[in-house]
């Protein structure tokens, strides 16, 4: 175990499975000569070579037609996508291709492919370049998408993404690169499509990915020191396939949940999130699932506007003490 | 058919009394018209009709008393008679509460097109985030449905809870997990669901016995509202009492000449009262902080009320109700005057509304009329204090060197330490003192 940044863990475990598999290719804009937008590749076109870490042309659905069609031929590439905004000029790559292939051709191939692209917004990068659209990606059958929240899982998810058959979406977040925790000296891939319970609780479950997840995680330390509330915290990890059982188990204890969730909230996760809580605990609710999500508009570039737009603590603390006030379990 | 159930008239109702059906089994009645006056804790009050049709059946007779949510009468609308009320079994079928291996939800396509009579809402332009708390039964006359969460439901079935008569503590009335688990023996019984925090040590019943020949009388609402809210001021309320004394000379002859000057108007007269209510908002518009509410332990700020709204406690025929008068420091002494008397007459008559009870930030207790000296109150919570009048009566006092005989008033204020200290409760009382004592300054 050593201390790491989520961007040192994302570098060292792009390094190690680069030495590990010579299958394995970097693409992607600014990645190589620049040290990557977000510096997650620095030094990588070094010390591997053009072959390996390919800086590509501002072509989006160029690029990441290619590297599905050498995931098609036994190469593993991992694209990186300076932002999830401009993987919206590769969605017919990514959905009609990289999606499609393996069931269309009656599984004579697959895509192990991995697309790495941060979301995030509230960094004043205006509406088209700080949008969570993961949830068009989660939605299509045929893709995995994952979501760490901690340098540990980002190393762990990493690893699993790269060694999987399958195209996965790889959500990184702008405003957890500088992010620091635990993460394991040893390359154990998790398991896509497992959530985690970070927090033991009985009084309600908050459930979150990506940074969210690192919110909910707060507020609930926060609620027990100076409320003495008992929160559970479940972080999804991964969208597509969904741990619905571990949700429902969750809810079963604590009889109400509140999503928090960085997109607009109208067909957001949370919705998906909120069905599936009705459809495996309903007869466990003792209060209506609560989401807590981006206002419904384009974001703001103004900060001031930005901040409001954006899900807040506040908005978060409220929706919990309302759902536990509507239990009659707050006193 | 429509069933009408006993709506919530007040934030502290949890039941309410039927005081008189306006209409029979048998008459129409059209929406909008009185149906039934309900009397609740604080006030009586007359209920009137959603919907329009003919009164089928009352359930609750005049004079009974019965929870929230209970259906007091059915309204014949000329619709379909309704499904059977909740609480009975949903069907044999019920879902079971697990899931499979592999968590299926169900997909279900096509279901649109049954249920699409009603004219659907029109979609708004922003998308909003949708209450999660029904609206309030009352506002619902047409479903009969018992408000209860799923798990409250499940728990319902499997022990055969009738949730007719569970009474929910949850928004607009929902019954949930909280509020039936009194009924399962497994946990220890709910609190009564009151708006005041649960009693530190709720008082030990004292049964009636032959030795001292006691009858057991039945406590109003009002009275059971009192008792509660009191005593938890009481003992949550770290009181504490201050006494004055004003030579209440000038006061009188003030007020007599007054009362000449508007009798010979023909403009009613100002009381003892109502001079000191307009005393007590200027000295409180002077101390701001007396004018204040302490926000519990949690809390890391105490409000301060920038509006003067005084209670005055009022020892109605019914019992004791405090009405408010709002902005008591920028009305006229007749003006308190009228309004006040309004507000008694109401009282009597049990008119007030909730309202006209609410949103007090001083409260003054006069009890100088009933030949009281002096006495101290407790404090009507939220309010930071509360003070206590006795009677003006002409007493010796040393002027100079002679004795001379003047009007003496005594007045106590009890403050909540939490906020008020002793300083800043004796400065307020100097400020009332001077007033009282240069009575011209407070109708000036």
């Known amino acids: 175990m050593s201390v790491k940044t989520y961007r040192e863990a994302l570098h060292e475990t792009l390094r190690g499975e680069l030495i590990r598999d010579e299958r394995v290719f970097l693409m992607g804009e600014e990645i190589g000569i620049f040290d990557g937008s977000y510096k997650i590749t620095a030094g990588l076109l070094k010390e591997f070579g053009p072959k390996r870490v390919r800086d590509t042309p501002i072509a989006e659905e160029g690029f990441t037609g290619a590297a599905i069609g050498a995931a098609m031929l036994g190469l593993r590439p991992v694209v990186e996508i300076m932002t999830i905004n401009f993987s919206l000029l590769a969605l017919d790559q990514i959905v009609n291709h990289a999606a499609k292939i393996y069931g269309m051709f009656g599984g004579q191939m697959s895509v192990p492919m991995v697309i790495r692209t941060p979301g995030g917004g509230g960094q004043q ?16 059958p045929g893709l995995k998408v994952v979501a760490p929240s901690t340098p540990a899982d980002a190393k762990a998810l990493l690893l699993a993404s790269i060694r999987d058959e399958d195209p996965v979406l790889f959500l990184e977040n702008l405003a957890l690169y500088n992010t620091k925790g635990e993460v394991p000296d040893a390359d154990e891939p998790a398991q896509i499509g497992q959530a985690a319970v970070t927090r033991q609780g009985r009084d309600l479950t908050l459930i979150g990915y990506s940074r969210m997840a690192l919110v909910a995680q707060e507020i609930a330390e926060q609620l027990a020191e100076s409320e003495g509330l008992d929160i559970e915290v479940v972080d999804l990890r991964s969208l597509r396939p969904l741990d619905r059982q571990t949700i429902v188990e969750s809810v079963k204890k604590t009889h109400a949940a509140v999503m928090l969730e960085d997109d607009w909230l109208t067909y957001g996760i949370g919705a998906e999130i909120a069905a599936t809580i009705s459809d495996g605990a309903f007869d466990y609710l003792d209060a209506p699932v609560r989401r807590v999500a981006m206002a419904e508009v384009p974001l703001p570039y103004s900060k001031p506007l930005e901040t409001a737009a954006l899900p807040s603590r506040d908005d978060v603390a409220n929706a919990v003490h309302e759902t536990l006030d509507a239990m009659a379990r707050r006193r | 058919m429509i069933q009408i159930t006993m709506p919530r008239l007040s934030d502290t109702m949890e039941e309410g009394a039927i005081s008189q059906w306006y209409k029979q089994p048998g008459e129409r009645i059209e929406a909008g018209e009185p149906l039934v006056e309900i009397e609740t804790d604080k006030a009586t009050m007359d209920y009137e009709a959603y919907d329009s049709g003919t009164l089928a059946k009352i359930l609750v007779p005049e004079g009974e008393l019965v929870p929230i949510g209970t259906p007091i009468a059915e309204l014949d609308d000329g619709a379909a008679p309704q499904e059977p009320p909740a609480g009975a079994p949903e069907g044999a079928a019920a879902p079971e509460p697990g899931l499979p291996e592999v968590p299926a939800p169900s997909t279900s396509t096509g279901t649109a097109g049954t249920a699409t009579e009603a004219a659907p809402e029109p979609a708004p332009i922003a998308a909003e985030i949708p209450a999660a708390q029904p609206s309030s ?13 799923p798990l409250v439901r499940a728990i319902a079935r499997e022990n055969d809870i009738d949730l007719n008569r569970v009474h929910g503590s949850g928004p607009g009335g929902r019954i949930v997990k909280h509020d039936v688990e009194a009924l399962l023996g497994a946990t220890p019984p709910a609190q009564p669901n009151s708006p005041e925090p649960a009693p530190a040590a709720p008082s ?18 009002v009275r059971r509202v009192i008792a509660r809210r009191l005593g938890a001021s009481a003992r949550e309320i770290p009181h504490f009492f201050v006494t004055a004394v004003a030579d209440a000379e000038e006061f009188m002859r003030l007020r007599t000449e007054l009362n000449e000057r508007l009798v010979a108007a023909g403009r009613p007269k100002v009381s003892v009262n109502d001079l000191l209510i307009r005393a007590a908002a200027l000295a409180l518009r002077e101390h701001p902080l ?33 009405p408010v008068i709002d902005d008591a420091d920028r009305k006229t002494v007749t003006q308190l005057g009228a309004e006040a008397h309004a507000l008694v007459a109401l009282a009597n008559d049990r008119k007030l509304t909730p309202e006209q009870m609410s949103g007090g930030t ?22 930071g204090a509360i003070l206590a009048i006795g009677a003006t009566r002409r007493e010796a006092l040393a002027v100079g060197e002679e004795i001379v005989a003047h009007y003496r008033m005594r007045y106590t204020l009890s403050a909540d330490h939490r906020i008020i200290d002793g300083a800043l409760a004796a400065r307020f009382l100097q400020t009332l003192t001077s007033l009282i004592e240069d009575p011209w300054t407070i109708i000036a």
């Not at chain 2, 016995?209 to 609402?221: G, K």
């Open chain 1, 125 to 140: 990068l205006g509406a088209s370049h700080s949008q969570n659209i993961e949830l068009y990606y989660s939605f299509v």
């Open chain 2, 137 to 149: 039964p009352a506002a619902q006359t047409g479903t009969p449905r018992i408000l209860a969460t």
């Open chain 2, 204 to 221: 030990a019943p004292v049964p009636a016995d032959d030795r001292r020949a006691s009858e057991e009388l039945p406590l109003s609402n």
């Open chain 2, 290 to 322: 007396v004018n204040a509410s302490y926000q519990g332990d949690d809390a890391t700020t105490m409000l301060v009320h920038h509006r003067i709204n005084i209670g005055v406690a009022v020892a109605s025929e019914n019992g004791l109700v405090v």
């Open chain 2, 362 to 383: 001083f409260t003054i207790s006069n009890l100088g009329m009933l030949g009281v000296e002096e006495f101290t109150a407790i404090i009507n919570p939220p309010e």
